[in-house]
T-cell receptor, first 113, second 112 residues
Framework: GAGVSQSPSNKVTEKGKDVELRCDPISGHTALYWYRQRLGQGLEFLIYFQGNSAPDKSGLPSDRFSAERTGESVSTLTIQRTQQEDSAVYLC???????????FGSGTQLSVL | DQQVKQNSPSLSVQEGRISILNCDYTNSMFDYFLWYKKYPAEGPTFLISISSIKDKNEDGRFTVFLNKSAKHLSLHIVPSQPGDSAVYFCAASAGNTDKLIFGTGTRLQVFP
């Protein structure tokens, strides 16, 4: 596709449930990032994938959060046993090269009730 | 520990005037800085960047200034237009990592 695609665009879930968020990066982009934006806050780094290197997971807030990436394509962010404080917009971005300009998707609005 | 700070949550400017958005950082290892613009319900889009070897970069109506000694950068928009109304984020990265650290954003409103 022409841009970074994220699905679903909106997700409402109950506290304690698991959720899976999907990101399709721009074809050929080797770098992929996940950020989250809580209401009224900035963009919080979660995880970064670059090619076949080990991902930088330093931003994941707890072990309930995990992410995978298949080669240089789709990535999924999984949140287990969701909590209300997980409510946020989860943004995915991809880049053609390391330290390149990031192209963001429109995000997934996650609401945990 | 907020390494990139945007201390003004909002800014209101009249159309045609200059908008100046500020950003401060604490990590002296940061050597690459970017500004992104975000409209509601959309992802951020890249505006302009600057490397630490420069102190100014210009692209049309947008100019970014970097003051390394003060660990401060600013984005100037001149002349401001109503379509510039959005949230602006500054971001920084260090040479030893590709991780981009974002500020909290400044909401710019340009009124007629």
């Amino acid at each position: 596709g022409a841009g970074v695609s994220q699905s679903p665009s909106n997700k409402v879930t109950e506290k304690g449930k698991d959720v899976e968020l999907r990101c399709d990066p721009i074809s050929g982009h080797t770098a992929l990032y996940w950020y989250r934006q809580r209401l009224g806050q900035g963009l919080e780094f979660l995880i970064y994938f670059q090619g076949n290197s080990a991902p930088d997971k330093s931003g994941l807030p707890s072990d309930r959060f995990s992410a995978e990436r298949t080669g240089e394509s789709v990535s999924t962010l999984t949140i287990q046993r969701t909590q209300q404080e997980d409510s946020a917009v989860y943004l995915c971005a991809s880049s053609q090269m390391a330290r390149g300009r990031l192209f963001f998707g429109s995000g997934t609005q996650l609401s945990v009730l | 520990d907020q390494q990139v700070k945007q201390n003004s949550p909002s800014l209101s400017v009249q159309e045609g005037r200059i908008s100046i958005l500020n950003c401060d950082y604490t990590n002296s290892m940061f050597d690459y800085f970017l500004w992104y613009k975000k409209y509601p319900a959309e992802g951020p889009t890249f505006l302009i960047s600057i490397s630490s070897i420069k102190d100014k970069n210009e692209d049309g109506r947008f100019t970014v200034f970097l003051n390394k000694s003060a660990k401060h950068l600013s984005l100037h928009i001149v002349p401001s237009q109503p379509g510039d109304s959005a949230v602006y984020f500054c971001a920084a990265s260090a040479g030893n990592t590709d991780k981009l650290i974002f500020g909290t954003g400044t909401r710019l409103q340009v009124f007629p």
